[in-house]
């Protein structure tokens, strides 16, 4: 079982800049893609970034040139860089890791979320 365990929300205004970080509980995590979604009031969970094992990048349109996502497996840490906040990007923001096991076979683990407010 993995756990993932976010930090990093709060309440900010808007242009303001948020860092959020996930640590991994699992000694799979540089050979897991891991990743950011967002769930805000009312709407579906929508994806915000991943970051593969090689640390390709992909973001949502709606974040490009806002948001940056890295990785540090030394510290089986993911994080989420979050410049230039608007109210749109209010929501919680959950950690996401699809981690493999001994025989390889992939299976998606999800963080409880960090809340996060844009304030106009």
């Known amino acids: 079982q993995v756990q993932l365990v976010e930090s990093g929300g709060g309440l900010v205004q808007t242009g303001g800049s948020l860092t959020l970080s996930c640590a991994a509980s699992?000694?799979?995590?540089?050979?897991?893609?891991m990743g950011w979604y967002r769930q805000a009031p009312g709407k579906q969970r929508e994806l915000v970034a991943t970051v593969s094992t090689d640390r390709s990048t992909k973001y949502t349109d709606f974040v490009k040139g806002r948001f940056t996502i890295s990785r540090d497996n030394a510290k089986n840490t993911v994080y989420l860089q979050m410049n230039s906040l608007i109210p749109e990007d209010t929501g919680v923001y959950l950690c996401?890791?699809?981690?493999?096991?001994?025989?390889?076979?992939?299976?998606?683990?999800w963080g409880q979320g960090t809340q996060v407010t844009v304030s106009s």
């Open positions: 699992s000694g799979s995590f540089s050979r897991s893609v």
């Open positions: 996401y890791a699809n981690v493999p096991d001994w025989l390889g076979t992939r299976r998606d683990y």
